[in-house]
């Protein structure tokens, strides 16, 4: 089956949870159907990375947007067209000229896209179209703005979110099919396109990759949160953790040490370092280490849908987890039996200091944790879900 890919990032170097899904889907998809990968750069040094690509994919397009989100362009189409920020900052001028000679070049059977705001690249087609939502876009930055300081620009902030609203449902209702990685999502989005076409394709893990690494022995107990801070949903959750939960856990436990790992922390996160008992890490090349250098991952996160690749790959490490409900959503993980679930600062540091207090409880949450990892969540299993869903559409066609 000819398949058209449509993604807002190059699915590689794996540094967000995106790259790494749409990686590990076409590797394990590329004997199964010819793929076409169309990609949204901000920088021309990421075509280096296009032939790591074309292992998996017939061909490898790349469209330039800006290096940075905040140009005049963006800005004054966001204030001027119907479109969000969110999409004029990923609407690379050639792209639909270029999307419309392909597609009448080319017999495609389906068209993959990846998030909604890639969506008003393509031209209008009959092909069919399956539309991955990895997150409900606007309950992300709903919540940001809910938070944001400079009262001024909150009323833009607010319209901007309304547009998201608005396109987001629009394009649900006009995909072919859409996929998401949870049942929460699944039903969330029903609530607004009841006759949505819906499958859940969840997110995955390469389990014996993260088995390689051994877990180390610790002088000290380490409370590890990981994540990609231009993510707003992590900026949320790590500020609630240092401000809330730490004190908390210092009060029950004071000889251990907080470790912030990401990219791209803000001037704030980064002065956290300052403390004596917190290090914040944006170098780390294998996060397989900090995994393995950790006594518990604590997620205590509070916005944003999708599955969270921290909890995956922690599990896969054998790290037992602490994390809120929204936390693991999408992950078929229970409390008390594979993870800890709280809810406010408080419940979240007793589970903590429980994990880290009680070395038997810590090791069989991680057994079991690391089990369901291997049974419910590698990328073979998960790649045969979706190429099945390929095949349904391919008829559709």
């Given amino acids: 089956m000819k398949i058209l890919m449509l993604t807002p990032y190059l699915p590689y170097p794996l540094l967000s949870g995106g790259q790494i899904r749409t990686y590990n889907l076409l590797k ?103 539309l991955v939502e990895q997150t409900i876009e606007y309950l992300v930055y709903q919540d940001f703005v809910r938070t944001f300081r400079i009262a001024p620009l909150k009323p833009l902030l607010m319209f901007d979110v309304a547009k998201i609203n608005f396109w987001e449902k629009y394009y649900w209702k006009k995909a072919t099919r859409l996929a998401t990685m949870s049942e929460e999502d699944k039903d969330f989005i029903l609530q607004f396109a009841p006759d949505a076409e819906i499958d859940i394709v969840a997110n995955g893990v390469d389990a014996g990759y993260f088995a390689k690494v051994q877990r180390k022995a610790l002088k000290q107990q380490i409370v590890l949160f990981v994540g990609q801070f231009k993510w707003l949903p992590n900026r949320d959750a790590v500020h609630f953790l240092h401000q809330n939960i730490w004190p908390l856990i210092k009060r029950e436990i004071p000889n251990c040490k907080l470790w912030i790992v990401g990219r791209h922390p803000s001037a704030e996160i980064k002065s956290l370092s300052q403390e004596e008992d917190v290090v914040v890490d944006e170098g780390i090349e294998d996060i397989r280490e900090a995994y393995a250098g950790a006594s518990v991952l604590l997620a205590p996160i509070r916005s944003g849908r999708g599955t969270k690749y921290k909890i995956l790959e922690a599990m896969a490490s054998k790290t037992p987890v602490v994390a809120t409900a929204l936390g693991i959503e999408g992950i078929r993980a229970r409390d008390n039996e594979e993870v800890l679930i709280g809810e406010d600062a408080q419940e979240l540091a007793n589970k903590t200091v429980r994990i880290l207090k009680h070395p038997r409880l810590a090791n069989r949450l991680a057994e079991a944790a690391n089990k369901l990892i291997i049974k419910h969540y590698n990328w073979a299993g998960i790649s045969s879900e979706l190429d099945e869903i390929y095949k349904q559409l391919g008829r559709v066609a």
């Fill in 28 to 130: 394990n998809l590329k004997d199964k159907h010819e793929i076409h990968l169309f990609s949204i750069i901000k920088d021309d040094d990421e075509k280096e990375y296009v032939g790591k690509l074309k292992e998996f994919c017939e061909s490898v397009n790349v469209f330039k947007r800006s290096k940075t989100p905040f140009t005049l362009r963006n800005v004054v189409l966001a204030g001027v067209t119907p479109y969000p920020f969110l999409v004029t900052r990923n609407l690379p001028i050639s792209a639909k000229s270029v999307l419309t000679e392909f597609l009448e070049r080319e017999h495609v059977d389906l068209i993959h896209a990846e998030t909604f705001y890639v969506m008003p690249i393509l031209p209008k087609t009959r092909v069919p179209t399956l």
